[in-house]
């Protein structure tokens, strides 16, 4: 009987059942669960063998692939801790996450060489650095990932691990710089179940778990990174299940790749981003009407980024067959509630039924009254994260009693409708959400002004019809000195990621500070929305 989950021994029990079914495809690459679970041994042998112990972290700056799941799983096995790492960030904000995790071992793709070699001067404490494709040209303080997947496994793991081994999830930013969300497998195996109606019985073990809903197994295509909870909890259960997980070759959204893999492997769900990804995808089967035939499809998940109910319907037009699951959730929360539409039943626009477990606060911490009109702040209790790692301070802030039970207060602010849904008002931040990218406007701010001849500046972000938002900065350039948009994009683009580069720069003489130094944004916005008028 199991007391308490770990991914990894559900999945090897997935192994152990059906080891001829494919667990994971990449192109051409193509994993059978046997294979997908073979060199997971290899590799978890490989990470002991450098020295990691128990609960040590393994950053991953990795694109989608069949091996980014199969390094998750390694760590599983070996009661390591899987560190997802944006792989947009650059030097700076790679040190913020590796070292604030206490990262002693890192897995890159081989395009990402050149900066791993320039940081990793400056991690001493990372034992060992594998290396993901071009065996031919692996510097020699790398290993090749496919000799540590090849590696001789070793004997005893199963009996070590458990659910309290962790899973660090890393924000993007949304309150600050970014947090590692420290998940107890257990919890977030239960918690992803529960999402998808399973019933975890008290007699339930991994191979009777794996009988009763393994079974059946689906292809689903993670278009969303796996480097961020979106899609990575999409994919984890649909594992557990038995089922096969498809990752698309294309650096970026592809939109004719995608449609082409769904159509060539029956791909059953999808988990997109919002705008960012429907809109292209959209463009794409308006510009080759009949190309694709998507009756295979049966759900299309999306999280992480608003997704209009005008470009719901217009999915829906395409897969006939589909529902919409429009997941509202956090990396502190999971999916807190949920939005479906179909051809037959349409969502209310940003409307969302709540979880059993979840909650809608005031600021005295009461239940808002449903009707009202009243904003309050979402609330989770049950299977939620222990708190962020090396953070006591924000855990406290964020994971807080009520009424005798644990809650996570996220910072998304809701309205509760009569009927008890509640609609999304936004985050209780000035966090920018960019295509699913999260923003942290004082980290551009402070990066603009150290631009020579930039004396102030202010980033915040302004609707975008695709990206939901788009990072837009007012800069005060000293007089005389010239700086002009392109100089501030330049400057900022070769500090920070790509998509904290503002899309809208206004260089302005005058610049709105209040009596107490604050920024005053809402005269920033209107600067901003006077030039845009101007133009039109």
Same mark, same amino acid.
Request: hydrophobic letters at 40%.
């Given at each position: #009987?199991?007391?308490?989950?770990?991914?990894?021994?559900?999945?090897?029990?997935?192994?152990?059942?059906?080891?001829?079914?494919?667990?994971?495809?990449?192109?051409?690459?193509?994993?059978?669960?046997?294979?997908?679970?073979?060199?997971?041994?290899?590799?978890?042998?490989?990470?002991?063998?450098?020295?990691?112990?128990?609960?040590?972290?393994?950053?991953?700056?990795?694109?989608?692939?069949?091996?980014?799941?199969?390094?998750?799983?390694?760590?599983?096995?070996?009661?390591?801790?899987?560190?997802?790492?944006?792989?947009?960030?650059?030097?700076?904000?790679?040190?913020?996450?590796?070292?604030?995790?206490?990262?002693?071992?890192?897995?890159?793709?081989?395009?990402?060489?050149?900066?791993?070699?320039?940081?990793?001067?400056?991690?001493?404490?990372?034992?060992?650095?594998?290396?993901?494709?071009?065996?031919?040209?692996?510097?020699?303080?790398?290993?090749?990932?496919?000799?540590?997947?090849?590696?001789?496994?070793?004997?005893?793991?199963?009996?070590?691990?458990?659910?309290?081994?962790?899973?660090?999830?890393?924000?993007?930013?949304?309150?600050?710089?970014?947090? !590692?969300?420290?998940?107890?497998?257990?919890?977030?195996?239960?918690?992803?179940?529960?999402?998808?109606?399973?019933?975890?019985?008290?007699?339930?073990?991994?191979?009777?778990?794996?009988?009763?809903?393994?079974?059946?197994? #689906?292809?689903?295509?993670?278009?969303?990174?796996?480097?961020?909870?979106?899609?990575?909890?999409?994919?984890?259960? #649909?594992?557990?299940?038995?089922?096969?997980?498809?990752?698309?070759?294309?650096?970026?959204?592809?939109?004719?790749?995608?449609?082409?893999?769904?159509?060539?492997?029956?791909?059953?769900?999808?988990?997109?981003?919002?705008?960012?990804?429907?809109?292209?995808?959209?463009?794409?089967?308006?510009?080759?009407?009949?190309?694709?035939?998507?009756?295979?499809?049966?759900?299309?998940?999306?999280?992480?980024?608003?997704?209009?109910?005008?470009?719901?319907?217009?999915?829906?037009?395409?897969?006939?067959?589909?529902?919409?699951?429009?997941?509202?959730?956090?990396?502190?929360?999971?999916?807190?509630?949920?939005?479906?539409?179909?051809?037959?039943?349409?969502?209310?626009?940003?409307?969302?039924?709540?979880?059993?477990?979840?909650?809608?606060?005031?600021?005295?911490?009461?239940?808002?009254?449903?009707?009202?009109?009243?904003?309050?702040?979402?609330?989770?209790?049950?299977?939620?994260?222990?708190?962020?790692?090396?953070?006591?301070?924000?855990?406290?802030?964020?994971?807080?009693?009520?009424?005798?039970?644990?809650?996570?207060?996220?910072?998304?602010?809701?309205?509760?409708?009569?009927?008890?849904?509640?609609?999304?008002?936004?985050?209780?931040?000035?966090? #920018?959400?960019?295509?699913?990218?999260?923003?942290?406007?004082?980290?551009?701010?402070?990066?603009?002004?150290?631009?020579?001849?930039?004396?102030?500046? !202010?980033?915040?972000?302004?609707?975008?019809?695709?990206?939901?938002?788009?990072?837009?900065?007012?800069?005060?350039?000293?007089?005389?000195?010239?700086?002009?948009?392109?100089?501030?994009?330049?400057?900022?683009?070769?500090?920070?990621?790509?998509?904290?580069?503002?899309?809208?720069?206004?260089?302005?003489?005058?610049?709105?500070?209040?009596?107490?130094?604050?920024?005053?944004?809402?005269?920033?916005?209107?600067?901003?929305?006077?030039?845009?008028?101007?133009?039109?």
């Amino acid at each position: #009987i199991i007391e308490q989950w770990n991914f990894a021994t559900v999945w090897e029990a997935v192994a152990d059942r059906y080891p001829s079914r494919t667990a994971v495809m990449h192109g051409d690459v193509a994993l059978s669960w046997a294979e997908f679970d073979r060199g997971a041994d290899g590799l978890a042998a490989t990470l002991l063998g450098a020295g990691l112990v128990r609960q040590s972290k393994i950053a991953q700056l990795q694109r989608n692939s069949a091996a980014y799941l199969q390094v998750v799983f390694a760590d599983f096995k070996a009661s390591l801790v899987p560190v997802n790492t944006n792989f947009r960030y650059l030097d700076d904000e790679l040190m913020h996450v590796w070292e604030d995790s206490d990262t002693e071992a890192v897995v890159f793709d081989a395009e990402f060489t050149e900066i791993v070699s320039r940081v990793r001067l400056r991690l001493p404490d990372v034992k060992i650095w594998l290396r993901v494709g071009g065996d031919d040209s692996c510097p020699s303080w790398a290993v090749p990932f496919s000799a540590a997947t090849a590696n001789r496994p070793l004997t005893g793991l199963r009996e070590n691990r458990s659910g309290d081994d962790l899973m660090l999830l890393y924000t993007g930013g949304t309150t600050g710089k970014p947090k !590692g969300v420290m998940w107890r497998q257990d919890d977030l195996f239960r918690a992803l179940e529960a999402a998808q109606g399973a019933s975890l019985t008290d007699d339930l073990e991994a191979q009777g778990f794996v009988e009763r809903y393994a079974a059946r197994a #689906i292809t689903v295509l993670t278009a969303a990174p796996l480097m961020h909870g979106t899609a990575c909890w999409f994919a984890m259960p #649909i594992l557990s299940r038995g089922g096969t997980i498809v990752t698309l070759t294309s650096a970026s959204l592809n939109p004719v790749e995608l449609l082409d893999t769904v159509v060539e492997r029956k791909v059953k769900g999808i988990c997109i981003a919002g705008n960012a990804f429907a809109k292209p995808i959209l463009e794409t089967l308006d510009a080759h009407p009949g190309r694709w035939d998507l009756s295979s499809l049966r759900v299309i998940t999306t999280s992480g980024a608003i997704l209009s109910e005008e470009n719901k319907q217009a999915l829906l037009s395409y897969s006939v067959n589909s529902t919409i699951v429009d997941s509202l959730g956090s990396s502190e929360s999971g999916s807190i509630g949920r939005a479906t539409s179909s051809r037959d039943s349409h969502s209310r626009g940003a409307s969302f039924t709540l979880s059993a477990n979840a909650r809608v606060l005031d600021e005295d911490d009461d239940d808002v009254v449903p009707g009202s009109g009243r904003p309050g702040r979402l609330a989770l209790s049950g299977f939620i994260p222990v708190g962020y790692y090396g953070d006591p301070k924000k855990t406290k802030e964020t994971f807080v009693t009520i009424d005798g039970v644990r809650f996570v207060v996220t910072g998304d602010l809701v309205e509760v409708d009569a009927d008890g849904r509640v609609t999304f008002l936004g985050r209780g931040s000035s966090c #920018i959400n960019t295509a699913g990218e999260k923003v942290y406007p004082e980290e551009v701010e402070e990066v603009i002004k150290k631009l020579p001849g930039v004396s102030d500046a !202010g980033v915040f972000g302004v609707p975008d019809e695709r990206l939901g938002q788009a990072v837009t900065a007012v800069v005060h350039v000293q007089r005389g000195l010239g700086v002009a948009e392109d100089d501030v994009k330049k400057w900022v683009r070769s500090q920070l990621a790509g998509y904290k580069t503002p899309r809208r720069i206004v260089i302005t003489p005058d610049f709105p500070r209040g009596p107490n130094g604050k920024l005053e944004y809402a005269k920033l916005r209107d600067i901003v929305e006077a030039l845009r008028e101007s133009d039109q």
